[in-house]
């Protein structure tokens, strides 16, 4: 086309030398105008960075830079904020693509996620749990199947599955960790060793059997113990009082490694820029086929053997209930039951495979929480020995049902202020053109709700509440955090509220957190996971002192995926019970 307008120049008697020059100028122009088109366009009335509307990478370079020096997504979410001064800001993390709202006032966010019902899961989340296949969490709110799915699990959060199947196990489970413990502590000689792993193997041992029960006999813990109980002191390598210890990890079944790499999956798909093409092209790889394989065979054995125990009434495992709930709901429909069937399949696979990194992503965070801070360590087994003096007296753990009925409070608040420490980002899209705190925002857009920032573990940034949504301000606000006290500190009195008579009780709602999220589409395992981390954290600290590390071991950096994990986790302990 350029040869052919020079060409029409020439024709018209203008010089070549002049001919080019408007060729090249009108390129220019145009390459410019295109320029111009392709920069970041900001939503109006919502702050942002003005130097990221400058270039067609918009904020990511700044983010690059971040993560490079500190690791941390989520607190540079809750910075833009503050930066800016405002409890709505937008960034541009993609280009070409609308900006990402963020939302750093609590009481919205609240909002947002338990009355709006404009905001939605967003398409690249259910795009991103493909690997889970038909499982609930990929449904839109609104959908029948996003609600039929749920009610096949409503006895799984009930007290009596709690605390008569799930609980006395996680508590076995939480002993054979405390065994292990003793093993390396005691081949460690006084030397740091690293835990995630094994929080990690007692926890994926829980969720299997919340699912299957003892139709599954396959244990992740258990290898690891026989492995140490037949390792020396000699064969330890020697080295520095301060020099981790790397113990051998005992090889896991293929279904138990899968169940890993499952979840690596889902966090690849999530973070690619085209998430259904990324998951069709793992497909059709050999290693995602012999994946597949292995997961129907498992799944095929343990839905034939819950369904026999359906027929028989030996109601027990996550699975059993569920098909009990599915033979109920097919009564009722006047249909026949699907109880062997790949929507069941996927709906039971999913808790295994999510639960158990969420979960022991959890106890390690409390276990370096406690290691650097010893006087909250202290303070935590004082409640213990004072609260069950009987096990104390007979020298003894305490029982499962002695950790379930006696009140802890500031266990309650350990567990709780860790998790305010370690934050998960949730995202909502718009389902149709909304506001938040008066600013517009169209259909389609990505909105996340800041669990690092303003309010939570950053000072807050004021908001006029006359801005608020009629439903916002209609609803009881929740506490607000003293600001006077250093919000990044790890400090769980902050949950702790006295009472007239004097007695000190933990209130759940004393300041704002997000780590369940909330509304409709809060974590629905919440209840069963608190339980497993309140019952080992518990014999983890009756029996253990965990002493300090060295700095270098140390530290509180976090990666962000299906949970925020810790960059380390050692922890060197000190056996300060006899049995």
């Known amino acids: 086309m350029a040869i052919w307008n020079i060409s029409t120049l020439y024709d018209h008697g203008m010089s070549p030398v002049m001919a080019a020059t408007l060729a090249l100028t009108f390129m220019v122009v145009t390459l410019y105008l295109l320029y111009q088109w392709l920069l970041p366009k900001p939503l109006l009335g919502i702050a942002y960075n003005e130097e990221a509307t400058k270039s067609l990478w918009g904020d990511e370079p700044a983010l690059a830079r971040y993560l490079s020096a500190n690791g941390e997504f989520s607190s540079w979410l809750g910075e833009q904020c503050l930066k800016l001064g405002s409890p709505v800001c937008q960034v541009f993390i993609h280009p070409f693509s609308m900006p990402w709202i963020l939302v750093a006032d609590f009481h919205e966010a609240q909002d947002i996620l338990m009355r709006r019902t404009e905001f939605e899961k967003p398409q690249f989340l259910i795009d991103g749990l493909q690997a889970l296949g038909d499982f609930h969490a990929r449904y839109k709110t609104g959908d029948d199947a996003f609600r039929a799915r749920r009610q096949l699990r409503q006895d799984l959060m009930a007290p009596k599955f709690l605390n008569t199947y799930f609980g006395p196990f996680s508590y076995s489970k939480g002993l054979d960790l405390v065994k292990l413990f003793e093993l390396k502590s005691t081949l460690a000689n006084g030397r740091p060793f690293r835990v995630r792993e094994d929080f990690a193997r ?104 819950a369904a026999e125990n359906v027929r028989k009434g030996k109601i027990k495992s996550a699975l059993d209930h569920m098909m ?69 007296e007979e020298k003894r753990v305490p029982t499962f049902e002695e950790l ?91 949950w702790l509220v006295t009472k007239e008579d004097g007695s000190v009780e933990f209130d759940a709602t004393a300041g704002p957190q997000l780590g369940f999220g909330m509304g409709t589409r809060q974590c629905w395992g919440r209840r069963l996971a608190q339980l497993a981390i309140r019952t080992v954290i518990a014999l983890v600290v009756w029996e253990f002192e965990l002493m300090e590390i060295p700095e270098n071991l140390g530290g509180y950096a976090g990666i962000d995926g299906i949970s925020r994990e810790p960059v380390k986790a050692f922890v060197r302990l000190r056996k300060i019970t006899h049995h």
């Open 324 to 392: 009990m709930r599915e033979q109920a709901a097919a009564i009722k429909q006047g249909r026949e039951p699907r109880l062997i069937s790949q929507n069941m399949s996927d709906e039971i696979f999913a808790d295994p495979m999510t639960g158990h990194h969420t979960t022991s992503s959890a106890m390690t965070w409390v276990a370096k929480y406690l290691t650097g801070y010893p006087h909250t360590q202290s303070k935590l087994r004082d409640e213990l020995y004072s609260s069950i003096h009987e096990a104390v």
């Open 404 to 494: 379930r009925r006696t009140r802890l409070p500031y266990l309650e608040a350990v567990v709780e202020e860790a998790r305010r420490l370690t934050p998960f980002v949730i995202v909502r899209e718009t389902a149709e053109d909304t506001e938040i705190l008066t600013r517009k925002v169209p259909k389609g857009v990505q909105c996340l709700m800041l669990s690092a920032g303003p309010g939570i573990t950053l000072p807050s940034v004021p908001v006029d509440e006359t801005m608020r949504s009629p439903s916002s301000r209609a609803a009881k606000p929740w506490g607000k955090w003293d600001e006077s006290r250093d919000l990044k500190l790890f400090e769980p009195e902050r």
């Open 202 to 305: 007692a926890v994926l041992d829980m969720m299997l059997y919340h699912a299957f029960g003892e139709t599954y006999d396959e244990s992740a813990l258990d290898p690891q113990l026989e492995l140490l109980s037949k390792t020396t002191l000699s064969s330890i390598t020697e080295g520095p009082i301060d020099e981790p210890v790397d113990f051998e990890e005992a090889p896991r079944s293929f279904f138990l490694e899968l169940l890993h790499e499952t979840a690596e999956i889902m966090e690849r798909t999530t973070i690619s820029p085209t998430p259904q093409l990324s998951f069709w092209w793992w497909t059709k790889q050999g290693w995602y086929k012999k994946i597949v394989a292995e997961r129907h065979r498992v799944m095929s054995a343990q839905l034939r053997k």
